[in-house]
């Protein structure tokens, strides 16, 4: 079983974020994988509000990501969270989709 990332918006709706996040993670997981999202875990014990948790967060995300096969990348949206996902998951394949679950080829 291959090992997704999931890269979602966090900031701003964080209740909304955390559901979407949600639906990107069983997205996954009916595909056949493990879907990592730590967005939705990490911010049941961790406040993304204050800087000294959130940089903690971003270190476990970091220490997960390079444990994943692959990073898919979900919302119109990169914020600059997913963007620093984004760059450390260079040597990976990246697939990026929309809110809607459609695969974006374009990127």
Known sequence: ???VYV???LRGNVKSNISK???YARFVA???HL???PHIYFTQFLRDHV???REMAMEMNRELLEWCDELWV???VISEGMKQEIEWAKDKPIRYFTEELKEKHDI
């Open 35 to 37: 879907p990592i999202t």
């Open 51 to 53: 800087p000294e948790e």
């Open 21 to 23: 996040a949600q639906w």
């Open 7 to 9: 890269s979602s918006q």
């Open 74 to 76: 979900f919302g119109e």
């Open 30 to 32: 009916e595909r056949g």
């Open 1 to 3: 079983m291959r090992k």
